[in-house]
């Protein structure tokens, strides 16, 4: 394993303590979506994962605040077939159900004949990217289409109502500890939320969950999420995206949203 100087977690006595790194930025005693889905990915895989089979879904529960208080994962498999696995897990704090995820293996096999339709467009990491897995933490870069430029690593530069997207290498999961390729698209893929519901005027949207969907795992240490749709009625959203990495798209993510303008973030 390598070394690393932050992450979202430490690891105590089979309990799960927030950094500082993990508060949310929508309030000072929660933490972040993408520490909480990190972190069930990581328990997932450790307790449930099969060489060589991808993990081709991920689901994540987000339905009550996570505190700043210690967390636990409990974890259950639910289905253990010749071509598909299944497991369950739950998120605990001070003694409620908090969270749940639940993750879909299978077992990779030819492709069947054919030619299937498929988009035209696909998403590009940004030019100046590195995947250098010796660099360490590489700031995230941030996408519009209506940047001059295309990226920018300032965040303020994309407040406008284009679509958005994000190329990234977060923080670790558990301090100390390097991430899986699972485990990584896990946390940057919870950013479909933010590059979704990403208007003018911040984010006025808080997610209910996140599901990300994965033909492959991705390749390099940083992942990709890009807007593909949002629609949003009477303060509910909904909003997909495409993950890809330097070789192109591999899932895509998709979230329900609420509306919280009350605590609406402006990144201007």
């Known amino acids: 394993m390598g070394r690393t100087e932050r992450g979202y977690f430490t690891e105590v006595d089979g309990s799960f303590v927030p950094t500082e790194i993990a508060i949310s930025p929508w309030s000072s005693d929660m933490i ?5 889905c990190g972190l069930f990915a990581r328990e997932l895989e450790n307790r449930h994962a099969v060489d060589n089979w991808v993990p081709s879904r991920l689901t994540v529960d987000l339905f009550k605040p996570v505190r700043t208080d210690p967390v636990t994962v409990e974890t259950t498999l639910v289905r253990d077939g010749n071509r598909i ?14 969270a749940r995820a639940t993750v879909v293996y299978l077992r990779p096999s030819e492709q069947p004949p054919g030619t299937v339709w498929t988009r035209d467009e696909h998403p590009a ?9 010796a660099a360490g933490f590489v700031p995230t870069w941030f996408g519009s289409d209506d940047h001059p430029e295309g990226w920018s690593q300032i965040r303020s530069e994309h407040q406008n109502s284009s679509r958005k997207r994000m190329w990234a290498r977060q923080f670790p999961v558990i301090l100390g500890e390097k991430m899986s390729p699972f485990v990584r698209t896990a946390i940057v893929g919870e950013g479909t939320s933010l590059v979704t519901n990403w208007s003018e005027q911040g984010v006025g949207y808080i997610n209910a969950d ?11 240490e940083e992942v990709g999420v890009e807007a593909d749709h949002h629609i949003g009625e009477d303060g509910v959203a909904v909003g997909t995206s495409v993950l890809f990495d330097s070789r192109g798209p591999f899932g895509a993510g998709m979230v329900v949203a609420l509306a919280n303008k009350h605590r609406q973030v402006d990144f201007g």
């Open 210 to 220: 996140v599901t990300l969907t994965l033909s492959r795992l991705p390749v390099g």
């Open 32 to 36: 972040v979506g993408p520490c909480v």
């Open 85 to 98: 696995r299944v497991a369950d897990a739950q998120m605990q704090q001070n003694g409620d159900v908090v």
């Open 125 to 133: 990491p940004p030019p100046s990217r590195t995947d250098d897995p």
